[in-house]
Each structure stands twice: as C-alpha cells, then as structure tokens.
C-alpha cells in the first residue's frame, strides 16, 4: 500500500492547483474569486450521461452546464474552503488506514522473524 501524499499545503496551494485548468486569466487578476472545485473555473463539465467514445474519447462529447457554479465559473470562498476542508479530511482518512495498514505489516513481520525462519526463506519473502 502506498503511503498517500497530503493534496495541498494549503488554501492557497489548493487555489494554484485549481487554476490551473483555467487557461484565462480571469482568476488570476481578482483574487478575491474563487474558482469552482467541479468544473476547475470553466463553467462546463462533461456530460456524466454521455459516454466518451472509444476511439475519439472526448473529443465529441457533450458538454453541459455546471451544476454547481451553474456556468458561472466561481464558487462563494465559503464554499471553495470547504471543498477543501472535505479533500484534507479525506486525506486524513486514508493516513488513517495506511497507518493501520502498517501495524500490521510490522506484527506479522515480527511473528516470521520469531517463527525462526531460514535466510533463504527470508530472502524469499522480502524480509
């Protein structure tokens, strides 16, 4: 299991992180806007009931209006600080399980290292 990289140092990293699918510089120049977490400041997202094509991916699918920002390319800093607070908790969550994860890797090493085992079978199992 590998251990999981904290997303963004903070509130500002996370902004950098979302403007960077926006290729104006509407965002850029006011910063007291905050662009949206679901469509990353474009006003439109993919159409969730429109599978990409196979071949051409996609290139020909629908595009719809956000339904957060509702095509209007900003979020409330409320909002934009608790899509961040909700991506660190799930972060927190994961570090949670890797830790877990760990303490038992290292009790079951532990076990075969007392079950007195040959260096070739340790070899063979990692240890």
């Given amino acids: ?45 993919y159409d ?13 699918r629908n595009r719809i209006k956000c339904p957060i920002c509702e095509g209007e390319r900003t979020m409330s800093p409320k909002s934009f600080r608790f899509e961040y607070a909700v991506w ?13 994860f760990q303490l038992i890797l290292k009790s079951a090493k532990k076990k075969i290292i007392a079950a007195g085992l040959t260096r070739a079978e340790k070899k063979a199992i990692g240890l």
């Fill in 48 to 60: 969730p009931n429109d599978a990409p094509d196979i071949i051409e991916g996609n290139k020909m």
């Fill in 88 to 100: 660190i908790q799930e972060w927190k969550d994961k570090m949670v399980k890797y830790k877990k």
């Fill in 1 to 45: 299991m590998k251990k999981p990289e904290r997303p963004f140092k903070n509130i500002q990293e996370f902004r950098k992180h979302m403007l960077r699918f926006n290729f104006g510089l509407f965002f850029k120049k006011n910063l007291k806007l905050f662009p949206c977490v679901e469509c990353g400041g474009q006003g439109r997202i």
